[in-house]
């Protein structure tokens, strides 16, 4: 049954109809119905292998799923499809690893994609880079490379190397989890003010405190389905879902 | 085209006559190469004072190349007035060669052997011998099994050299046969794919042994 | 012959051994890269392709090898220089090893630095040039250089197809006196000179990299 939320199709970020995902013969999607508005935010949270990982690596096309309808920024995704480079430079991702190509130096690793994908010229690149590492509030490591950096301020890099592409979405694939527990403010902080600047957000996150100061709808998957869906404020206080339940009081404790 | 595939396939017989020369060489050149790199290496670790020596040594066997290593062995020898079967001196010259690569897969073996081994073997109360037998040596075999497999691989692939003196493996008895008919063509071609073979029934053969015996630890 | 006449005398094979490691490295390089980066790619027959072609020049014995193409390609019709011979022979055998260095530095790479790159909306060319390859061929570097070795002390080999390198200059040398201590000393010492500081700076870097990858 397809969850009727406050978006039509015209102004939706993100729709799922039905979606199906197997890795050989599990299935880790079951008919995953969701619509995303421009401007939403989104938190996905659920028990680990719940499918919450992969159905956000779906969005960009990492995993493809098998079946069912994807449309991301009004273009249907499918398998083997033609031009998704293209598609993926307008949406955001970050990861639970950071993923900062250690060769390259920070200002490097954000300009890349804008130099050799939206062949925007250097000097233009390095302004947008530099905007962007501003506004994570890390200009002055541009030039060191990030394994010099802590972990904090990689995933801050990371953040700012997706926001160099001015994409229309954000996908953010539990981006403090890998992180000491003294780093996570600092990356949370910076999601949170992306959120008031009217970002497109779809996190997969355990911090339930961001969660519930910054999500428009908190969607709760277990076993590969999305069994509940509601703002923060009735989630939070009486979830309807007995896994939902189980889970929350899991994470509050 | 001036290639003659039945005279490439009528000379094998002659061809193989130095087959059992090969096999030898290689067997003894294999033995030799890891006694003497296990020498090298347990030399390297017994003094603080030597090791710098030994380490160069072993550098500069490294650094000098095979066919130069045997050439010097087989006409200095003489000179001294030890001569020996060109045979026997060819194989100490690959021994030699492939000790200084053998030293350090020693050397990787017994360094990741991790150190609470032998602290727990300490601990547990066995006797120094007992240590090394029962629980040192035997994860040191296990990770020198795979790189000393590949070596006895490259040991074998490096038997023709032996050749240059004059010595009736496959490819001296190719070349034999080259100066009989005034055809290298065909001889060269045959020693090609038998050593091609060979080295591929070879690998073929050492990773079914490494995983029949369980020791398909990974390589460093 | 004084010690130092043997060893100038050897130094005219200079200009060959140089010759042929050189030119082997223009085609161990390449080879190297193109076979790696296609074994970790290509699936169905091309990779049953490529591998074959890998094991030729890797499993073949390389002195073997060298008089069989020497002696055989012109039974084919096809006439090459000994040099080129020589350095095609060393160089594919170097590559085809180099080339399952390369694999295996793209195997151990992270997949998350492949999926970071797509994520930006970088084409897999891009993500493989760009990002994948300078890592793979950074952290090969050390293997790189020990093959490196291997080239240089395989080029002696080609003194046996009549090229005169040092190692055909010694043979020549020794035909003119007998003074095999002085003759071999030398021509040790002359690969001894040319290896030994690569060697070192193959054992500084290797160190330098195991260090770093600790960390």
């Known amino acids: ?253 | 085209m001036n290639f003659n595939f039945s005279f490439a396939i009528e000379i094998v017989p002659r061809v193989l006559e130095g087959i059992g020369n090969t096999v030898m060489i290689a067997i003894i050149s294999f033995i030799g190469a890891a006694a003497l790199g296990l020498f090298w290496e347990l030399l390297r670790r017994s003094h603080a004072t030597i090791r710098p020596v030994i380490q160069f040594v072993i550098d500069a066997i490294r650094s000098t190349p095979a066919l130069v290593q045997i050439y010097f062995l087989f006409f200095v020898l003489p000179y001294y007035g030890l001569t020996l079967p060109a045979l026997l001196v060819g194989s100490f010259g690959l021994s030699f060669y492939y000790s200084g690569y053998m030293s350090e897969v020693f050397k990787a073996g017994i360094d990741a052997v991790p150190a609470g081994q032998s602290e727990a073997a300490q601990s547990l109360g066995l006797s120094w011998a007992d240590m090394i037998r029962f629980v040192i040596l035997p994860q040191m075999l296990r990770n020198v099994a795979a790189p000393l497999g590949a070596y006895s691989i490259s040991i074998l692939k490096s038997t023709p050299l032996l050749a240059v003196i004059s010595v009736p493996e496959l490819l001296g008895s190719a070349l034999d046969v080259a100066s009989d008919t005034y055809r290298y063509a065909e001889p060269m071609f045959d020693v090609g794919v038998l050593f091609l073979a060979m080295s591929l029934v070879a690998v073929a053969g050492i990773t079914q042994l490494e995983r029949r015996l369980g020791l398909t630890a990974p390589s460093h | 012959m004084s010690f130092f006449a043997i060893l100038r005398s050897i130094y005219e094979g200079f200009g060959i051994t140089a010759a042929v490691a050189t030119l082997g490295l223009f085609f161990a390089i390449p080879f190297a890269v193109i076979a790696g980066v296609l074994q970790h790619f290509a699936t169905g027959p091309l990779r049953w392709i490529v591998t074959a072609i890998i094991e030729f020049w890797r499993s073949s014995s390389v002195i073997v090898l060298l008089y069989a193409f020497y002696y055989t390609l012109p039974a084919f019709g096809i006439f090459l220089s000994g040099i080129t011979v020589g350095a095609m022979v060393l160089g594919f055998n170097i590559g085809g090893y180099g080339s399952q260095s390369v694999r295996a530095a793209l195997q151990s790479l992270n997949k998350g630095q492949r999926e970071a790159g797509l994520a930006l909306g970088l084409s897999r060319f891009d993500v493989l040039r760009l990002i994948e390859l300078p890592q793979a061929i950074t952290a090969m570097f050390p293997t790189f250089i020990n093959q490196a070795i291997q080239l240089i002390k395989g080029t002696t080999l080609v003194s046996l197809i009549a090229l005169t390198d040092m190692t055909f200059r010694a043979k020549q040398i020794s035909e003119l006196g007998y003074n095999p201590v002085g003759i071999y000393s030398a021509l040790a010492l002359s690969y001894l000179i040319l290896c030994y500081p690569v060697t070192i700076f193959g054992r500084k870097v290797e160190r330098r990299f195991a260090t770093r990858k600790a960390r």
């Open chain 1, 1 to 253: 049954m397809a969850v009727q939320m406050n978006s039509s199709s015209d102004n939706a970020a993100v729709t799922m109809e039905q979606l199906c995902k197997w890795y050989g013969s599990f299935q880790v999607l079951h008919n995953v119905d969701l619509s995303v508005a421009v401007g939403e935010r989104i938190v996905v949270c659920g028990p680990s292998g719940s499918g919450k990982s992969t159905l956000v690596r779906c969005i960009n096309q990492l995993e493809t799923h098998e079946k069912g309808r994807l449309i991301v920024n009004g273009v249907e995704l499918y398998k083997g499809m033609r031009g998704l480079a293209e598609l993926r430079r307008d949406v955001g991702m970050v990861f639970q690893q950071f993923n900062l190509f250690p060769h390259l130096t920070v200002l490097d690793n954000c300009t890349l994609a804008l130099v050799r994908a939206r062949k925007l010229p250097r000097d233009q690149a390095e302004e947008i880079a530099m905007e962007n590492l501003k506004k994570v509030r890390i200009p002055e490591q541009a030039h060191k490379f990030p394994t010099q950096l802590s972990g904090g301020q990689q995933q801050r890099v990371a953040i700012a190397r997706a926001l160099c592409m001015k994409p229309k979405l954000m996908l953010f694939d539990e981006p403090t989890s890998a992180l000491d527990p003294e780093m996570i403010k600092e990356v949370l902080d910076v999601m949170t003010e992306l959120a008031r600047d009217g970002m497109t957000m779809i996190c997969v996150t355990h911090e339930m405190g961001f969660a519930r100061e910054v999500a428009d709808r908190i969607i709760f998957m277990d076993s590969g389905r999305i069994i509940e869906q509601a703002a923060p404020s009735k989630f939070f206080k009486n979830p309807e879902h007995p896994r939902a339940q189980q889970f929350l009081g899991q994470m509050l404790h």
